[in-house]
């Protein structure tokens, strides 16, 4: 749905440069966004920045880590620049999806049914509310959504969760592994039609070099570019620049 | 079936500028048309806006919607500039698709019957005459293809449901969404078999830009432009232009 | 079989413009055909437009269709310049597929077994007897394939209802609904091999216009050109144009 | 395996222009080859004209058809040029499939276990036998391999007929339906390992035109070609010209 | 692991002109390589003249062929110009699979277990050793992996197959069927991992022309060429020539 | 997660010229790193050399082979110039997998459980504590995620080994097998998300030619060049070059 720059609704800005500028300002605050793209393309490393970015404006932050231990994931945000040890002790809360799914009572499940979708959702927000958090990343989703194991619990987990964000105000990242060689926005093809936004990651192969680029596909609520960028990992964080032109 | 143009039939229009030159007038009054492609290509801005121009010609329509909220929806709309707050109040009504299923009686069922895609037609068809909607749009029509399960039950749905809207003279949008990195006009197959028209939203790679496309693939009762157009959503609603000539 | 221009074997004009003489004539008489392709490819404007050049010449068509209702196929062949409406009354019979299904006793099966698959040839025999038509059309098969569930079954179906029809010097067009994306002549693969022809409708996208195509891939009886031809859907019906040479 | 041009082993001459000398003199007397393709390239006529050349030299010959009644292939028959009626009574026999099915005692069973497979290979091999037939077309093999069902059972059967077929000394044609849009030499994916030799039917689209190719994939026991050719059907038979060159 | 040139290992030399200098000397004694391509690519003509190169050298060879009876083989193997009639009988031995599946016990079963699995091995390496045989073809053991039906017993059977010849000194070529079509190098994909090495055949379409390949893909123990190279079956055998250059 | 050249975190130096620099000192101390390609493409070459360069510096190395006997790998190991034998006896243990799958328990089953997976993990890790290993190979995986036969419990196995390596200071090497023809990381498509880096081989076919390639594609806790490299095996070990630049 089109929406005029510069007109209503408050944004959240990702203070990733460049990304803020694609999307007229920022993420539409409230929106839940899917981060997808294959492996390396740099998932985790901007879900972390637009939490880290966060916590520099005041905002608490929480992420939700599928696979990396705590210990890991803050050995791995030393370098930056930018980052200021006390802050991340403050203002950013880890936490391991075990615990979540601990607290939901669906740890013993295989399958994750109906009943342990909501427990799941309560459990997420929970948490987002106990710790006043207003920005929110969950890496991955992609083994919550094995578990759900039907199309539509997929969808009903998604869009149930991001009513629940909306309505205390959390602006989410959902990063979703997609299988290298896939052309798809998603394994299970699904998730992006109920998010708010889409934020596609990818490989450019060029004279034998593997660039990474960023494409806003979809964002509810504000208009946006949705050219691609080549995104740049560096000391000084995520950086974006144009694909073909040489100004902006 | 080819039809001269200026010919009988009564046409309603879209209002979206470019869409009803293409189809010679509109879509033929009465049809159910599938809106499909992948997601972020604008299928519900394509959608909210033909129920909008509905409303402005004094028709009422009524939007039901699969994932958004009728809050998160009507949160989007206001931006555009021709939006008149009351106007929605008065001709425009929205609707959860759970609300649809409660009505039919199907909200515990995970795959619906025969039985229930008879209740599911009649629970729609009931609140356009309630609402004596002219103008129809469900915002998608895939989870509820995904629980009738079969093939069969699809094309049953799909026809059915055109047959009783034709006797109401309701004209219906019926979203479809297609998962990304897919060739094909629906995730079934054959949705687009059995309804009257197919309209195609999609992607085009050009210079790094993604650029919108819409193509009508097929309306019956008209002949019409099976050119691709480029989809652009501005804060005047959506517009089309065409692929390589200047002019028109 | 290759066989001599001009020689044995009364032909069948479908009275469209360029098929008939890409066919040498027409259709070998008592043949059956496979016409298929995606939608919106004008597999039922050809299909009906064969009725009515039947009609027009005196003889007796009968159109069986699995989706639209006979009203709306009515409503839609209006607008032909060609079109005397008494003449549909005379001539030409519409009926639903469930009316043929109720006839053989099947209508309330989910597969349709070896027993039910005669049953089905018989009941549409008995009509094209009755009738004494000459045409016959059945838009679509492909719902009837996917009842018959085996492969088998369907080349059982095909060429006990191809050899029946031959009986009875009844040339008919069996419509195959192809899903987008697909560069196959049927959605099982079999319905080609055992049909008596193909004609194979296809889309070409040429500077960003959605052409429509015609092919005929193969007819038993006859020598033919396969040759990739424009299809155009006009007021004074199906045009066709070669697809690269200027004149003919 | 390699064999010197002019060595030992009698040859089956196909009769059909071309092919012979593609082959060094013919099919290897004994081989029992697949010829594959997909609908519309040609299989039926060039086996159909394998066996009247056969008849033509005095060779018995036998034509067992899956789909089309012996009726229909005889009316098929008649434009060729050098067709002589008598010779069809005399020389060649037609049978269908649910003749021999019958004489196997396997037409009720839906699959076709390990001791049907053995009444059926025994069962053709008794027609052969009983009509003294040289040359064998099975026309085609695809419906008798789905009711196989398993690869096991497809190699067993293929391999055992084709060794009883050599110990009779009668050369055998399988034909063998490839569904559209495969770039396979057949459906199961066996058939060619377990044959003798593979005779590749295609199509090749050439600025708008559909051509007939012919390809001798493998041929054991003589050395060959494996070039592609233009087949063309016409009233003189089937033609093979070489695709690219002007002579031979 | 790389070896450099003329060092340790004694080696097999394949007598395949050309094939032994792109393996720098021929394949390392003892080991298991996997002859893969689709049909008609020479997988076989390649097998039969590895066995009788080692029969000139005075090494027994056994060949194991799945679906040719050793007549039909023999009776293949006449023309070559450098075959002597005596050899054949002294030095190489035929089987056919079957015999090996009645020593092992497993003709009767449908799918081979852990335990027929061993016993498999067993019968033919007992004929290895019965025999004295120092080379080993078995043609093909695509119809022994469908019948192992899991990749774990196809990996089981494959790398303890060649431990167990490695031990008796048997260097051996196991012929693979790969579905044409498919870019693959095994059907499985797994028989290509834990074979020593893999020569893979191919089809290179060129100019209406369809040439064999070669290519050595790998072979552990040595260094050697990876570049594809059009492999020629001539009554002189096999013959390789590089691909784009003209001398080596 | 970028990190600041020479910034904090010990290296592990791969000492294969070339690979280090990629990493910008080699791959962070501890760091799982699936190392994955198809067929020939040189993954235990690459895996072996890191295990030996290790070796030389005074790491010891633990090589677990699914495959290969240590018999044969110790065999493939002597031509490399730099080899030292007394060195491979002292510093490098060969072990089989099976050898773990009895320590683990879980020789005889089918499925590994759960409880399989962490005695599993266990038992790898005991390996590692005994033998006081600070580098590890497993060559390969594969077979192990397929008897774990869910996208979960590989998710678990991979990430749960990886935290324990982690915590013992073990930097490990994970081979993988990619079937040839797939454009995926991995045969299950979730290895390579759980896994801290992620080493690329290919086959790049130029001129006939079918050169092996390296790429970084991922690599937690360092920033690294994703450019493609040529891989080259000669004996003195493994060579990487630039792919189209000639210095570096």
């Known amino acids: 749905m ?15 440069d460049g990304l803020d500028s694609i999307l007229n300002g920022g993420i539409p605050r409230g929106n839940t966004t899917l981060v997808t793209g294959t492996c390396g393309t740099g998932k985790t490393s901007l879900s972390l920045e637009f939490i880290i ?12 880590a599928a696979t990396e231990t705590p210990e890991k994931l803050r050995g791995s945000m030393i370098p930056y620049d930018f980052l200021k040890p006390k802050m991340l002790e ?6 391991r999806l075990e615990e979540i799914y601990d607290a939901a009572g669906v740890a013993r499940e295989v399958v994750i049914d109906d ?3 909501k427990s799941l959702i309560k459990a997420i927000v929970d948490q ?4 006043k958090a207003k920005r929110l990343v969950v890496d991955s989703i992609t083994s919550i959504c094995a578990r759900l194991s039907t199309e539509d619990r997929i969808r009903d987990f998604i869009s149930g969760f ?11 990242l959902l990063v979703s ?5 896939s052309s798809n926005y998603s394994p299970y093809g699904v998730e992006e039609a109920v998010s708010d936004g889409v934020v596609l990651l990818g490989n450019l ?7 990474r680029t960023l494409q806003v596909v979809k964002m509810r609520g504000t208009t946006h570019s949705r050219a691609k960028y080549i995104l740049d990992l560096t000391s000084a964080g995520v950086l974006l620049a144009p694909l073909l032109k040489g100004g902006d």
């Open 205 to 211: 192969e060029r004279q034998g070099d593997l660039l």
């Open 2 to 16: 089109a929406k005029a720059e510069g007109s209503g609704g408050e944004r959240c800005q990702t203070g990733i």
């Open 128 to 131: 987002v509310k106990r710790k």
């Open 177 to 181: 592994e997609v299988p290298s060689g």
């Open 115 to 117: 009943k342990g979708l």
């Open 53 to 64: 970015h966060g916590a520099e404006e005041g905002e608490v932050g929480l992420f939700i």
């Open 162 to 172: 991001s009513d629940a964000l909306a309505k205390v105000d959390c602006t989410a």
């Open 90 to 95: 403050e203002k950013i809360g880890f936490m």
